[in-house]
């Protein structure tokens, strides 16, 4: 029996899922789980060594001449970068519905500002509670690492973008980050895999747990909604915007928690390099495509970022900046693939129902880059790296001092593997989760569109309608 009946049967049995009145629901997971941030944040968030007032004699006892080493100031240029990323390029990339700008960066914000509080509080249980006083304290790296944590969440909403209710949304941000705290310490710590930029931990986790999610929410009649399911020239517009925020800041992304030196300096240089050479190839498959030449904005908003996303494990490895030009190669002529076939073929034959082709952005490259990673590890030698450089880049040390590049090759495949099985085992419980008919999601033939759970103004609406929209446009050039 397949998903799709399993899950019609149980939609069937729980009840219609009609109603979208958020105005009990919506506020009362609002302040319930904010007041809930409150106290657990009271009871274990105290400030780390590096931002308490007691720095002062931290620096005395640990002979730190100057202010300025502080790791503030040097973790918080990136920390920006990320947070705009986080914030302003997810969420206007998502904007390229002509029915549902609203919602794509709205809910967006929404996620990731519920979404960074209860990260703390998951990534401190696993890698900072101080067993003696029991508390976990927090700094700018912290913050850093909550956005990462936050994004796994972005890109499984951008599956279910026009679908899902704002109390949804919330509910995949609360498993969404769990799951990842859980993943990212198995991956990062148990089996001691390197992947600064989260091609594995956040790219390949988020998009296979937004796509088993999809997937379990099949909706049969979508169809009834395909008159908003679209773009138009101000949205594509938008969502351009969102795309080169992404693509401008994404190698502070692969880079903001790397070691210090060179570590830093080579991820940043080898994520540029596989930026630009996917925008090319993205370019020149969807003009291939196209009968007349003309490119898809579908392609340029998306596939032109798929080589940051390949990047994020093995940045920061000696992949050679021709081996980077080579990684955007591939992925842009991938991503593109995906979405002039790939994308159809799912949606005909598994009925996955992937509104931003996460699929294409950040599945599969997400899964390449990690599996990428693997090989150059593997390949690694001191010949290359030298011996310190080897140990440094790898993190040969304490237990894992004896570990060779060929067995951290494999542990790096296995840690690829580790995300897809959280992601797709994850996403389909949390999927079964909202099937059931109390979280307000709206019908097969009212998705993708804003005038459900936000105050718009009719007439601003009718101004997206795509026929006019054409007439404004022609009439201002």
Known sequence: MSSAILTDSAANFFGPQKNTNMRVSLPAVCFVWQIAMIVLFGVFIRYDEESDAHWI??????????????????????????????????????????????G?????FLIAAFGLQWALLMQGWFHALNPETGKITIGVESLINADFCCAGSLIAFGALLGKVSPVQTLVVALFGVTLFA??????LDLLHCRDAGGSMVIHCFG???????????????????????????????????????????????????????????????????????????TVALSSMHQKR????????????????VAMGTAAEFMITPYGALIVGFCMGIISTFGYLYISPFLEKTLKLQDTCGVHNLHAVPGMLGGFIGAIVAAAASESVYGREGLINTFDFEGEFADRTPGTQGGFQAAGTCVSIAFGLVGGAIVGFILRFPIWGDPGDDNCFDDEVYWECDVNKIAAHDGEKNDLIYRDII
């Not at 790791?71 to 990136?78: I, K, N, V, W």
């Not at 794509?104 to 967006?108: C, L, Q, R, S």
């Not at 859980?182 to 991956?187: F, K």
């Open 104 to 108: 794509g960066v709205g809910f967006n």
């Open 57 to 102: 004699e931290y620096r005395r006892e640990n002979n730190i001449t100057s202010d300025i080493e502080n790791d503030f100031y040097f973790r918080y240029p990136s920390f920006q970068d990320v947070h705009v990323m986080i914030f302003v390029g997810f969420g206007f990339l998502m904007t390229f519905l002509k029915r549902y700008s609203y």
């Open 293 to 308: 030449g003309k490119l898809d904005m579908v392609h340029i908003q998306n596939a032109t970022l798929a080589g940051g």
């Open 182 to 187: 859980v993943e990212e310490y198995i991956i």
């Open 207 to 281: 998009g296979y747990y937004g796509l088993a999610i999809s997937w379990v929410l099949y909706r049969p009649n979508l169809h009834l909604s395909k008159r908003h399911h679209g773009s138009i020239y101000h949205s594509d517009l938008f969502a351009m915007i969102g795309t080169l925020y992404l693509w401008m800041y994404w190698p502070s992304f692969n880079s903001a928690i790397t070691d210090h030196g060179d570590g830093q300096h080579r991820t940043a240089i080898n994520t540029y390099l596989a930026l630009a050479s996917s925008v090319l190839t």
